[in-house]
């Protein structure tokens, strides 16, 4: 892991951890010197700034989530990520906002545990829950528990998974 700053969103300061070996979403934060899908988030920022429970599901190393710390108005954030690695560098990146959940697993129709695959080099990002042991798996709702009705905005990103 390793930390870099680029000016962001508003001309603010950013500083975010990345991947420091090959990983394609750190290259394109470092290389661009800007937010993954930087446009798509401005939207939100602009079209959406306050909130009150926001849930990221396939959180990744926070790139999304690091942003909505920066830029959104909310009560509390939960960050679902199974990927060790993906996780470690998201903590750092949300280190110290009290109002930030992280949870270490992966999401699907039934609560359960299954075995993580990788699907491509250099993609820390791109991993399938698979037969197997070692991983939790929670539902969304069991996620959102007491805040149903107060979950304003779902991001979910589990890599086609997302109908299952």
Known sequence: MKQISFKSYLDKEISLYVHDTADVISFEIERDKRWFEQDLLEHIANAHRFHGVIVDVGANIGNHSKFFMEYLVFQRMICVEPHITNYNILRANTDGDERVELVRAACGAQPGECGLVSLLDRNYGM??????????????DDLCGGYH??????????EGDEVA
């Open 127 to 140: 991993v399938k829950c698979a037969q197997g042991t070692g991983t939790k798996i929670v539902t969304v």
């Open 149 to 158: 009705e107060r979950v304003t905005l779902l991001k979910i990103d589990v």
